[in-house]
């Protein structure tokens, strides 16, 4: 295998976030790369394996929304994380947050509880379930439902919303087609009871536009949601 040589454009995380990475992060993103490519070896988790694209595609990007939203010691679930996109590394660069993982694919999940060890985190739990499901039974558990990259917006926000206290937010990670989707979106998000609270517009990250959503949940969810996916899928407004 062909050894890779580690990041160091490290002044795109200070331009985008602020401040620098500490190097014992550093070290934690170096170590993920390294498991991410030897694993994505063996199955695939990530389309992306350039050193500059996943460290500013995927790392970066999963911590842009911090900016406009700062955590502390929340309770959080990122809905289909995948190979750990936001959820392993908002945990790295913020230890002391609690941080649920789930997806709907084991391979994934092997792969996270591989990381979760080999990069010794702690507070964080992968699970291999389907969000509509686990829904039901985590019901307004969390303070923070996160999400990047799973479904259109009015899916994710059905996925979501349950999961979150009132109060709560739901955080979607977006490209510069948001503005449609939250057009498309406004009558689910009117009886999923969120209303869209924030809008983070990111036009000089150095690796594209991005457009980050920050949802407000209101009310209790109403029982009929998360429908089942077939039919919130066919529903959808895309
Ligand atoms: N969030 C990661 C990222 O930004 O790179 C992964 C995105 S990947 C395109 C979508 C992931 O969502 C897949 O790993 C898939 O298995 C998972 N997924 C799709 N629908 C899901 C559901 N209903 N419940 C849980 N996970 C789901």
Redesign the pocket.
């Known amino acids: 295998m062909k050894v890779p040589k580690l990041f160091n454009n490290w002044k795109i995380f200070e331009s985008n976030l602020g401040f620098a990475p500490s190097e014992t992060i550093k070290i934690k993103l170096d170590k993920y790369y390294k498991i991410l490519l030897a694993e994505n070896a063996k199955y695939n988790l990530?389309r992306i394996t350039s050193e500059k694209e996943v460290y500013e595609k995927?790392f970066l990007?999963?911590l842009l929304f911090t900016k406009e939203h700062k955590l502390s010691n929340e309770k959080i679930i990122?809905?289909?994380?995948?190979?750990?996109?936001?959820?392993i590394v908002l945990k790295i660069f913020f230890p002391e947050i609690e941080i649920t993982l789930?997806?709907?694919?084991n391979k994934?999940v092997n792969f996270l509880n591989i990381l979760i060890e080999k990069l010794n985190l702690k507070k964080i739990t992968a699970k291999h379930?389907?969000?509509?499901?686990?829904a039901r039974i985590e019901n307004e558990h969390y303070d923070i439902v996160i999400?990047?990259?799973?479904?259109y917006l009015d899916v994710i926000l059905e996925?979501g919303v349950r999961f979150t206290k009132i109060e709560g937010k739901v955080i979607l990670?977006k490209g510069p087609k948001a503005d449609e989707e939250i057009l498309n979106s406004k009558n689910i998000a009117e009886k999923l009871k969120v209303t869209l609270t924030a809008k983070q517009i990111l036009k000089d990250t150095g690796f594209g536009e991005r457009i980050n959503l920050f949802y407000t949940k209101t009310k209790s969810t109403p029982d009929l949601y998360p429908r089942e996916?077939a039919r919130i899928v066919k529903e959808s407004g895309k």
């Open positions: 990530t995927h990007d999963s990122d809905i289909g994380t995948g190979p750990g996109f936001p959820g789930i997806d709907s694919n994934k379930v389907r969000a509509e499901e686990l999400s990047r990259a799973v479904a996925l990670l996916y």
